[in-house]
């Protein structure tokens, strides 16, 4: 192994020495006297803390690795000692202890006799026998303190460059700018570190009592930040580093970011359109196609599963087997990419199977799935409808129909026939083709734009005050009129009227997300058969059945003792939701419960999952009666 030693009196050099771990300290202190050209009895080793000694305290030879764990490239302190001044040590030494062992000649030896008599002597001779003595002390004492009073002042010793005249640049006691040790240098008050006058653009040495180098200076003393502003960092370090100037953008910081809301105006396995979402409504990131339930995976491009089927998808460039013509296009499906390593996007490397969303894009088809031959449909408009959108990234390939920016929804389409087939790559590809069927122009036409600018569709961002107000929302006459046949909730419909809103679907999400809940907080989203109570706040009948206090969630005012009972439903409620939502599920209230079998504990904090889970069985059924009837 090698161990680097530095010997500081001697040299700044380190040099390095190629040893076993079993060497002796001995034989190593005998190879670095060598390398130094010095006697070794004058070599005093230093590591890890402590003196190497050639033997341990049994006798025995000491050991490098062994008995003081010294390895690879461990760095050793060297002290070297001049020959005349460890004799001269040596010498004050045996000189100090021959002392302490005899007494100084001529001074006589006191009798026994002169002893005892001393002893029995007055108090007088022996209180001048302590003053004298006390004299003597302050009299040794006095030149110590005059000695240590003399001492010369020390010099600074620089640890890089050790004080050596030869060396003409140090980058600790030399200039931090030009790293030269000449002329008479200023010291900064923060770092300490030396600066000529003339590499800080002085012609004069400051009058100021304080001087900080241009590293430390603060050139916003006077500055006040207000609100909303940051500090000015454009003359810092980290302005100029490589990460500050780079010009790559990474996604404004939601490449990884999460999301903020869900949707909550239709379930997860929802079929179709989504309501107050039209055909050229676009998105800066997918994960924003994500909160508005377009498209929930943020990352994948199939959106279902192999029990449900597909419901919606995203056109981006991903495959090389793609074709796209608008109207119709061709889809590959997923899997048979090499995703080692971490990789988001990887070549072909085996076969697609027609498993999971493969599975999940052939049962939307009107035709019995085949996983051998694929299968084509009748009648394609028979088949399932699934929302498409497509990314700005398919410009790669199709320009003609990617959207300039973002993520775009372009409608719904519907499988016409899919099939296996070897793709350029050399492998077994699955391949769809899908065929728009929305009453709906598409975004690309003239007609479709003309409808985007009336509607004022505008691109929606993570921040939401940068999101462009182009056209007042207004909630149509029909749901108006709803709205005040619902007498019991006036307070909350006159709220809704007097805010603003510049999407459908904005508005909608904000009715089902935040007006229109179950006031107990601990049922789903959105509410099944509400009731409003007579303080005027809303909740559920779950909710109100399962709670024994007879007491408002909100204002803990005393409720009737029927409340929680069908006939306390507010059917004008649900009229106005089901006018504003098509997609909302009314469920049949069941049964009320014995008042035996009623619980005794207020209702848990923890959300119940029960009414929604009824839901989405049965949001299920329906699909799977639909698919069922289509073939």
């Not at 900064?188 to 430390?216: A, F, N």
């Not at 899997?335 to 498993?355: F, I, P, V, Y």
């Amino acid at each position: 192994m090698r161990i680097l030693f530095h010997c500081p009196r001697l040299s700044s050099e380190k040099y390095t020495v190629v040893v076993s771990k079993s060497e002796d300290v001995e034989s190593f202190r005998h190879s670095v006297a060598k390398k130094l050209q010095v006697d070794p009895t004058t070599v005093r080793l230093f590591a890890l803390g402590k003196m190497l000694m050639d033997k341990c305290s049994d006798g025995k030879p000491a050991k490098l690795f062994l008995t003081y764990g010294i390895k690879e490239n461990t760095l050793v302190l060297v002290q070297a000692v001049d020959k005349t001044q460890k004799e001269q040590v040596e010498a004050e030494d045996a000189d100090v202890s021959v002392k302490e062992e005899s007494p100084a000649v001529g001074t006589p030896t006191p009798e026994p006799s002169s002893v005892a008599s001393s002893s029995s002597s007055s108090t007088p001779a022996l209180s001048t026998i302590e003053t004298s003595a006390s004299l003597d002390i302050n009299e040794e004492s006095a030149p110590t303190k005059e000695k240590s009073a003399e001492e010369p002042f020390k010099p600074y010793q620089c640890k890089t460059c050790h004080n050596d005249e030869n060396v003409q640049e140090c980058s600790e006691c030399g200039c931090s700018k030009c790293f030269k040790k000449t002329g008479d240098p200023l010291i900064c008050d923060q770092c300490d570190m030396y600066w000529h006058l003339e590499c800080v653009g002085l012609t004069s040495v400051p009058e100021e009592q304080y001087w900080y180098c241009p590293m430390c200076v603060n050139t916003d003393g006077e500055v006040v930040i207000s609100s909303g502003k940051a500090v000015d960092m454009s003359s810092s370090k980290k302005s100029k580093s490589r990460g500050a100037i780079t010009k790559k953008t990474w996604g404004g910081g939601s490449s990884c970011s999460g999301r903020n809301s869900e949707c909550v105006i239709v379930p997860k396995e929802h079929v179709g359109a989504i309501p107050g979402i039209y055909c050229g409504q676009t998105w800066l990131y997918r994960m924003n196609t994500s909160e508005w339930g377009v498209h929930r995976p943020p990352v994948g491009g199939i959106a279902g599963s192999s029990t449900t089927g597909a419901v919606s998808i995203v056109l981006s460039a991903g495959y090389e087997d793609d074709t796209d013509h608008g109207d119709e296009f061709y889809y590959t499906g997923s899997g048979g990419r090499d995703l080692s390593n971490n990789k988001r996007l990887g070549g072909h490397a085996t076969d697609q199977e027609l498993t999971r969303f493969n599975l999940s894009l052939a049962k939307t088809c009107a035709a019995k799935v085949d996983d051998k031959k694929g299968a084509e449909a009748t009648d394609w408009k028979k088949s399932r409808p699934i929302r498409v959108c497509r990314t700005f990234a398919l410009a790669k390939h199709h320009p003609k129909y990617a959207p300039e920016e973002g993520v775009r929804y372009d409608g719904l389409y519907k499988i016409v026939k899919y099939w296996p087939q070897k793709g350029k790559s050399g492998f077994k590809i699955w391949r769809f083709l899908m065929r728009r069927d929305d009453p709906e122009p598409a975004p690309w036409t003239t007609e479709g734009k003309e409808l985007i600018q009336k509607r004022g569709l505008r691109m929606i961002m993570q921040d939401s005050e940068k999101n462009a107000q182009l056209v007042q929302y207004k909630i149509p006459k029909k749901t108006l009129d709803l709205m005040d046949a619902d007498e019991q909730d006036k307070r909350v419909w006159d709220d809704v009227k007097s805010q603003v809103f510049w999407s459908e679907y904005e508005f909608l999400h904000y009715i089902f997300s935040e007006v229109i809940v179950c006031s107990s907080g601990a049922c789903n989203i959105p509410i099944c058969n509400p009731i409003t109570t007579p303080c005027g706040h809303i909740c559920c009948l779950n909710c109100l059945r399962r709670d024994s206090s007879n007491t408002c969630f909100n204002c803990r005012t005393k409720l009737p003792d029927d409340i929680a009972s069908k006939e306390h439903i507010n059917q004008k409620l649900i009229d106005v939701l089901k006018s504003l939502n098509s997609a909302y599920v009314v469920l049949k209230p069941t049964s009320a419960s014995s008042p035996s079998s009623k619980t005794q504990k207020t209702i848990p904090a923890k959300r119940s999952s029960s009414s929604r889970q009824s839901a989405q069985k049965a949001s299920r059924r329906m699909l799977l009666n639909d698919v069922e009837n289509s073939i």
